[in-house]
């Protein structure tokens, strides 16, 4: 593969790349490239964790990318994830891969990492505390969307730590990329910085998109990242999420009450899942339907689709039904292996069980 082809398959990954020179040199330099990402396990994993984080990361890898998963258990104590509660976030930690094992991550070019082997290293908390010291509080602050929460409110000590510890964790493990979502950005941003700073390296950074939630879009906020954190889809909101092991009933139930206007394109989370999920695992979309409301259509692209729907030649109703066929098509493997896998069984039931109790 050239570095032609390569930077535009991970282009297909990244909604911003920052930047693209720096990572053409990557491709053309590097012999062992590797890219960060990182979890907080903590609830049921949905489809964006699941069927799209497996997508971007399998696209990466085919452009030659390794990846360093870390498993950031201590981060979602810190976070007071499962109530901080570290043998239950370990016992989600272990779901969260078994679901990638069975929706197709290419499991032989990822190594998960956990936080809590790092933090047995005191050269982990050194490099912490070096780069505490690199910034004002308020700069760590501003870093909050990583932690699913806002500048404004009440942090805790521990929350504050979190970026430094996210920052830690990229030049510990040795990544020269960190490919996580465009929620992430404001801390790799300041992990460009410190790597500065701190005689490091300015790591690339590749943002995905979010996927969307369901629901009826709330607000219209005008900062990038705080309206990709409004919207995108949340477990915390189950109505408008889809969880990797819901069964057929629940995903119909829930694609049937999305937000889908007719000939609304902009912010429609039913044709986003159209883009970056079906049409990345599926050659066509097929739209059954009556003659008289325009018979069966094949879709080949999501810019045929888009382009239909905004002219309003197919009914929201019609393209839900579709949707929903081949979300239950993609899920149905992964339902399988937890209810045949007798570990895998035993992980979800444990999880399921912990969002009842916490």
Not at 304 to 330: C, R, T, Y
């Amino acid at each position: 593969m050239t570095t032609e082809e390569k930077l535009n398959l991970i282009s297909q990954v990244g909604e911003e790349i920052i930047t693209q020179q720096e990572l053409r040199s990557l491709l053309e330099k590097e012999k062992d490239l590797v890219a960060y990402d990182g979890f907080e396990p903590s609830g049921q994993i949905h489809i964006a964790q699941g069927i799209l984080r497996a997508i971007n990361v399998n696209k990466m890898i085919k452009a030659g990318v390794k990846f360093k998963m870390l498993v950031a258990d201590w981060h979602a104590m810190a976070n007071n994830k499962m109530g901080g509660d570290l043998a239950k976030i370990q016992t989600v930690g272990k779901y969260f891969i078994e679901v990638w094992k069975a929706c197709g991550m290419d499991l032989n070019n990822v190594e998960f990492i956990w936080a809590s082997d790092l933090v047995k290293d005191s050269n982990y908390w050194k490099l912490v505390l070096q780069i505490a010291k690199t910034n004002s509080i308020n700069r760590f602050i501003r870093t909050a969307e990583i932690m699913g929460r806002q500048e404004d409110m009440n942090l805790t000590a521990a929350q504050i730590i979190y970026p430094c510890m996210q920052a830690a964790d990229i030049f510990t493990l040795k990544a020269r990329i960190t490919q996580l979502g465009m929620d992430q950005r404001k801390v790799n941003m300041l992990a460009r910085e410190i790597g500065q700073i701190l005689g490091f390296w300015k790591p690339v950074v590749i943002s995905h998109h979010m996927l969307m939630g369901l629901g009826k879009p709330a607000s219209d906020s005008k900062d990038k990242i705080k309206r990709t954190v409004e919207l995108k889809m949340s477990k915390s909101k189950p109505d408008t999420s889809i969880f990797m092991t819901d069964s057929p009933e629940d995903i119909e139930k829930k694609i049937n009450k999305a937000w889908c206007l007719e000939g609304e394109i902009r912010e429609n989370p039913i044709l986003e899942y159209c883009q970056y999920i079906l049409f990345e695992k599926f050659s066509e979309i097929v739209i059954e339907r009556p003659e008289k409301f325009g018979g069966t259509v094949s879709l080949k692209s999501f810019s045929e689709l888009e382009k239909m729907f905004a002219e309003k030649e197919i009914h929201p109703q019609d393209l839900k039904k579709a949707v929903a066929k081949l979300i239950n098509e993609l899920i149905e493997p992964v339902r399988q292996h937890f209810a045949k896998d007798s570990e895998a069984k035993k992980l979800l039931e444990e999880v399921k069980s912990f969002e009842v109790t916490r």
